[in-house]
């Protein structure tokens, strides 16, 4: 079963920042590509970034390339999320998924889907 806890969630200014954690309980965090998703009130679930499981690979949506970063420390068994020049439109709940690799965790992700941290962006 996959066990993800996300955190860092939290109210920011359009152009702030924040960094979200996703913390990955087991011993075989290393060998999956790790992805973010996220959902707004309303709207279905998107994906965010992508991460191979070596960090060597990433992966951006439109909606966010040049203002979010996807990086991973396997020592730490944790995946974060670095959000800068935020925008009132990035205001969502935000999940991290895993998967075998880039295009599957993009794909079919492997995630609870549970509590997940919301991120509000006010204008």
């Known amino acids: 079963q996959v066990q993800l806890v996300e955190s860092g969630g939290g109210l920011v200014q359009a152009g702030g920042s924040l960094r979200l954690s996703c913390a990955a309980s087991?011993?075989?965090?290393?060998?999956?590509?790790m992805g973010w998703f996220r959902q707004a009130p309303g709207k279905e679930r998107e994906f965010v970034a992508a991460?191979?499981?070596?960090?060597?690979?990433?992966y951006y949506a439109d909606s966010v390339k040049g203002r979010f970063t996807i990086s991973r420390d396997n020592a730490k068994n944790t995946v974060y999320l670095q959000m800068n020049s935020l925008k009132p439109e990035d205001t969502a709940v935000y999940y991290c998924?895993?998967?075998?690799?880039?295009?599957?965790?993009?794909?079919?992700?492997?995630?609870?889907w549970g509590k997940g941290t919301l991120v509000t962006v006010s204008s």
């Open positions: 998924a895993r998967g075998q690799t880039i295009v599957v965790v993009t794909t079919t992700p492997e995630a609870d």
């Open positions: 991460i191979s499981w070596s960090g060597g690979s990433t």
């Open positions: 087991g011993r075989t965090f290393s060998s999956y590509a």
